[in-house]
């Protein structure tokens, strides 16, 4: 396969968020190892998260400030963008922003917003404890939740569509095979057609030893593109060491899944280019 052009990474967290590395570090990260361009999306401000609350509304200006700075000190080697990660159940301005990923990473259990992007174990009790050990129910309301994000403003891309199954390979509590879940998955597609125009194929949970193929699995892979939304190439970055591990694999996953094509982002708007 040939070398990536328009290589690119919008999927990207830096220390304004849970990121180890600075945006400047990552910048020169992604110089080092010829990207065109590099998109930064930090997490929306989330009230109920024991880990992001140091990302306060207040500091979203500073942070695109920053963003627009290096922007200007870079524009002659390398384009960036100031982009936001938002996640369903936030409540922040969604404007200013020169793209917006849309996620799902929190369920609401009666007004009670709780996370389950966490380790094994915690992901377990949280399946015993809220869905009577049920993985399947955990599925039905993930996806169900994930069909309302239209609902919570314009977002250009989908996140990480089957987060859910992040810890799966290691406990197990889901079977993806299950014809249920599979049509859960597809009508949430079928559902979110034509309301967001792109899905990324995110290789994050690879290099963290959570799964050892990108998300989403390959029979949602091949109704996204069925349905005609646009893939992106994406690494969840939060460490600039993998800023575009396993882009491979993944530009091979959505061939086998019939896509030729993939989108990038630029300073007129969304580009469709060769895979």
């Known amino acids: 396969m040939t070398a ?4 690119q990474n919008l999927h990207t967290h830096s220390t304004w968020s849970d990121g180890k590395n600075t945006p400047r570090e990552l910048i020169e990260e992604a110089i080092a190892r010829g990207f065109s361009s590099i998109g930064f999306s930090e997490h929306s401000y989330m009230y109920f998260s024991p880990s992001l609350k140091q990302f306060y509304i207040s500091e979203m200006e500073p942070y695109r400030q920053e963003i627009r700075r290096l ?11 100031c ?3 938002f996640e369903y159940h936030s409540r922040v301005p969604l404007e200013g922003f020169e793209y917006m990923i849309g996620s799902v990473h929190y369920l ?17 009790a949280y399946i015993r404890d809220h869905f009577g050990g049920s993985g399947m129910a955990f599925a039905e309301k993930y996806f169900d939740t994930l069909c309302h994000l239209p609902e919570k403003g ?9 987060l859910l199954t992040k810890n799966n390979e290691q406990g197990h509590f889901i079977d993806t095979t299950n014809p249920k879940y599979i049509r859960m998955g597809l009508e949430t597609i079928h559902t ?24 989403p699995q390959m029979e949602f892979l091949r109704e996204f593109c069925k349905c005609g939304f646009g893939a992106v190439l994406s690494s969840d970055c939060h460490d600039k060491n993998f800023l575009d591990g396993y ?27 060769q895979l």
């Open 83 to 85: 982009g936001l990660e």
């Open 247 to 273: 882009f491979e694999e993944a530009r091979w996953l959505l061939r086998e899944a019939g896509f030729t094509t993939r989108w990038i982002l630029t300073d007129n708007g969304f580009k469709e280019v």
């Open 71 to 81: 922007k200007e000190e870079y524009a002659d080697r390398i384009d960036v963008f």
């Open 192 to 215: 979110l057609q034509g309301k967001i125009p792109l899905f990324e194929v995110n290789t994050g949970a690879i290099f963290r030893g959570y799964r050892t193929s990108p998300y």
């Open 154 to 162: 314009n977002f250009d891309i989908l996140g990480h569509f089957d």
């Open 4 to 7: 990536l052009e328009n290589k």
């Open 108 to 124: 609401d259990f009666a007004g009670k917003v709780l996370g389950f992007d966490r380790k094994l174990e915690e992901v377990q």
